[in-house]
């Protein structure tokens, strides 16, 4: 593992707590793009550019909104290897992953230290780099997200918001909910550091997910029968979660093939047009497996589960789908 100190990459561990419990650092780009201009990264087609891995699910959440907004020729991406060694995020020409066509870097770190020389700072993904002032506007993932959804309808292809206006505040609260007992749940348990911290970790995410095993044993989507942004990102999860976290991070209560609604709701979203497209398991397994030698040594990556996302859901019974603009 490793960061940025001073604009120079250095190896570096995770951080933790007292207690031994994962923190993760927080994201060091927060500018906007605004569809009027005024934050002044104004929404222009060909502009903004993506880098992503097709292994991180915060990423993934991105990838899944410019597809499904119909974004993908207003909005380039690079992609970049599974494998994330000491020297971080690559790019490279193995199959899925792409060179950096934009800023001709060999590594993601160098477009970070392009953007802020001088950065202190871990280098994630995504990354929505500005090709006309020559840096990154943001690498926060909700953030990214809701830009896409928000303010390029002007050059999307499909009609449709994955935030309506009328269910903002259930998004909004359910994201925040998610994000710290599942969506970072997972790698709270996986690099705990101590096996109280684990448990603590553990437990709490799978109290969410029995949560929301009730809430989607009664309706299609977390806000009803609409489609919204809180789908998109538990879904990230869900889907490499027993391919990975079951075993990998130690999240072996229960699998999501163990609840019928999550599973379905699962497959659900998968089989949503366009969401298939976005997923690469074997990028998922090829990183998680291969990139935490503290975890898997030998970095051997299983051949397993069986894993088939396309057999039927049932779900149409509920109705509903994405909201149209």
Known sequence: MGKLVDGVWTREDYLSDEKGGFLREPTTFRDRITADGSSGFPAEP??????????????HRTLILRKLKGLEDAIGVSVVDPYMGDDGWFFSDSPGATRDEVNGADYLWQVYVKARPGMTGRVTVPVLW???????????????ARMLDTEFDAFAKNRVTLYPREFAERIDALVDEMYETVNNGVYRAGFARTQAAYEEAVRSLFSALDRYEAILSKQRYLCGDVLTEADVFLFTTLYRFDPVYYVHFKCNVRRIADYPALSAYLRDLYQTEGV????????VKQHYYRSHPFLNPRGIVPLGPAYDLSAPHGRERFGGGLAKI
């Open 130 to 144: 500005d090709k006309v002032r020559g840096t990154i506007v943001n690498n926060e993932s909700r953030e990214i």
């Open 276 to 283: 298939a497209e976005t997923c690469n398991l074997d990028h």
């Open 46 to 59: 060909g502009r903004y550019h993506l880098y992503v891995s097709l292994a991180c699910p915060w990423a």
